[in-house]
């Protein structure tokens, strides 16, 4: 996914660091038998890299694991039919996880239907059975992706959500993903409601050293938008992430203002914003859904950031908001570090919250 960071790559995919001092180039200079330096094959690099990725990503998901998938393998285990009994417990335990009472029911469907058909009898194989369903569920609202980057100008991210959801952490890891693919981005807070919002994007803005536009508290965001995104164009910059208010006096004040900052972008930069981000915190579970619904409702939404997967044991959320909503996940946080950001990619995902404690990423 995300062709967002692929747009400016300027240096060729790392495999293992070597030292420059160990460099093989500068030792044949140095010396006419150079010591043998290990390197490893770019295929294998990536192939580690990707490993690793995954057994992080699992260990993440780890909560989740821990209840969803270790009781699936309970269930199933020495079980030799499909039964009622089999598909009342299983109906419990994906409640549990959050995946929520209509896409439950449609998974139970799907199994009932299949096994109907012959087409399902032992236990075991429903697991593969659920988890293909579960990404079909995240395929589909990947398919209603409408990603608009713009071919010249700023890409512009409107990021939305209650408070404390983690939209500024999150504005704060993707703004060093693109920094990483060698794009200048600025910071806009249009969070003007609560000084300390302003001050802690300035705190990623430090670390990631980049610009951050700020008004005074009180003023009016779209000025600020405006006002941005026009320094934005006569500099040249490239990702414009823009955080916005997660509370206000009442929830029609923030809708209504969300709506006047998304209008001022289009006004001062055609076909901005680009992207309209919710960020939904997973521990939440169904109320998720239900902010999701509100803010599609007022701006339309085109995608979302999951985050604090890794503090909760109902990551079947993913699969329900996606089923929900229709709108593509983009990001998954799964801790409170720079890079504990992930892109989504729900072959990735799913393999990872339905692998048994048992297995190894080796395997
Ligand atoms: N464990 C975990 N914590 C996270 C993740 N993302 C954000 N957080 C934490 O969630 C808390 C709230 O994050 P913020 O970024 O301040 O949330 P916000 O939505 O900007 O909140 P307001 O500024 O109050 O609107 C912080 O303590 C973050 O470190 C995540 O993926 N995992």
Redesign the pocket.
Known sequence: MLGWFKKKKQTPEKTTEIPESESPVQEEKQSPEPAPVETVPIKESRENKKKNLFSRLSERLSKTRSTFTYQLDTLFLGKREIDNELLDDLEEILITADLGVATTQELLEHARRKVKRKELTDPAALKDTLKEKIKAFILDAVANDELRMPDKGPFVIMVI?V????????IGKIAHKFQQSGQSVMLVAA?TF?AA?VS?LQIWGERNNVPVVAHQEGADPSSVVFDALGTAVSQNIDVVLVDTA?RLHTQANLMEELKKIKRVMGKKLAGSPHEILL?IDATTGQNGISQARLFDDAVTITGMAL?????TSKGGIVANICREIKVPIRFI????QMD?LRDFNADEFTEALFQSDTRTVDE
């Open positions: 959500g408070n404390g959801v983690g939209k500024t952490t999150t969070d609560r919002a802690q997660g960020v985050t604090k997967l890794d503090g946080g799964i801790g409170e504990d």
